[in-house]
């Protein structure tokens, strides 16, 4: 483990680290393996796609605490402002005008490339 963490910071040592928080076990996972290691992120980005549960939302307010306690950034919430004259402004929309539904619906489990990282993409932006 210890020569992990010396691997670990060896390769991220003196780089902008930046994290893009999925709220689930292996993004939170790789949090605590970053503060173990010593590494701290510049920024940590969250791609809200305003459909999250109600106890993922209780979750990132949880981390936040946790990463206040390490003296770590906020996780910053994004959030994709859609085009003027767009017919939806939300995952929901966007499945009902698209006619389509979030892989987990056909029983997979990976996160989509739509959605989620068009909003990360956004959050430089601004």
């Known amino acids: 483990m210890l020569d992990q963490r ?5 390769a991220l040592a003196d780089r902008l680290l930046a994290v893009c928080y999925g709220a689930g076990v292996d993004s939170t996972a790789m949090l605590i393996a970053l503060k173990l290691a010593g590494l701290r992120p510049h920024i940590i980005t969250f791609a809200d796609t305003s459909a999250e549960k109600p ?3 209780d979750h990132l307010d949880r981390m936040d605490a946790v990463l206040a306690r390490w003296s770590w950034p906020a996780i910053v919430r994004c959030r994709k402002q859609t085009l003027p004259g767009t017919a939806y402004g939300d995952l929901y929309g966007n499945c009902l005008a698209n006619e389509t539904l979030p892989s987990l619906a056909f029983g997979l489990k990976s996160c989509s490339l739509g959605p989620a990282s068009a909003t990360v993409s956004f959050a430089r932006d601004e």
């Open 55 to 57: 106890p993922t939302l």
């Open 6 to 10: 010396r691997r670990l910071r060896a």
